[in-house]
């Protein structure tokens, strides 16, 4: 079956310019997670949603923001980009709220803020 | 405040030469510690998932462990293959919390 898919793969943007990245759950999945990976942080919680409701937010500024639709796809925005906000950005689906559902994580976004 | 910690940050092995991997932790009510593997480029790949101290979960080379402030992931006899990154995370009991540690870098050499 096919995985969790998220698009671009690899985006470049200028200081203060806005974006949108995608991701796609396997089917049936109705979880969406989101995170951002640095080196120097690690992997830290942005949000999750769960039939179309944020039901969980991590400690990031209003910049970040989300959404998911009826057929579970989730887009993430950030707006104003600064250039610490340079990451992997990578989501996560599963079948219910929550890790202990099993967590299918995605190839991830590249984002490099210049 | 609900905190993973993982020693060493970094590791080189042998191929065949066994060793242990550490997560500690401190959290208010442990619902699940997990451990993952990310290679390169890509998303963590879901291991092992243990819920109370005591427990043990086996997959090929690895094994992991829980007691109530850390956990441990044995690789036994590791292959080139097992080259990665090892994360652990833990989820708390209200469920509201999932932290991941920083992780373990392993590089296994033939």
């Known amino acids: 079956k096919a995985g969790v898919t998220q698009t671009p793969r690899y985006l470049i943007k200028t200081r203060g310019q806005q974006v949108t990245l995608s991701c796609s759950p396997i089917s049936g999945h109705r979880s969406v997670s989101w995170y951002q990976q640095t080196p120097g942080q690690g992997l830290q919680f942005l949000f999750e949603y769960f039939s179309e409701t944020q039901r969980n937010k991590g400690n990031f500024p209003g910049r970040f923001s989300g959404r998911q639709f009826s057929n579970s796809r989730s887009e993430m925005n950030v707006s104003t980009l600064e250039l610490g906000d340079s990451a992997l950005y990578l989501c996560?689906?599963?079948?219910?709220?929550?890790?202990?559902?099993?967590?299918?994580f995605g190839s991830g976004t590249r984002l490099t803020v210049v | 405040e609900d905190q993973v910690t993982q020693s060493p940050e970094a590791l080189r092995l042998q191929e065949g030469e066994s060793s242990s991997l550490n997560c500690s932790y401190t959290v208010s009510g442990l619902r699940g510690l997990f451990w993952y593997r990310q290679d390169p480029g890509k998303g963590p790949e879901f291991l092992f998932t243990?819920?109370?101290a005591g427990e043990e979960k086996e997959k090929e080379r690895l094994k992991a462990t829980l007691t109530k402030k850390e956990s441990f992931l044995h690789i036994t006899a590791p292959k080139p293959e097992d080259s990665a990154t090892y994360l652990c995370a833990v989820e708390d009991n209200y469920g509201q919390n999932f932290v991941f540690g920083p992780g373990t870098r392993l590089s296994v050499l033939p």
């Open positions: 243990l819920y109370s």
């Open positions: 996560a689906s599963s079948l219910a709220q929550g890790p202990s559902y099993g967590y299918t």
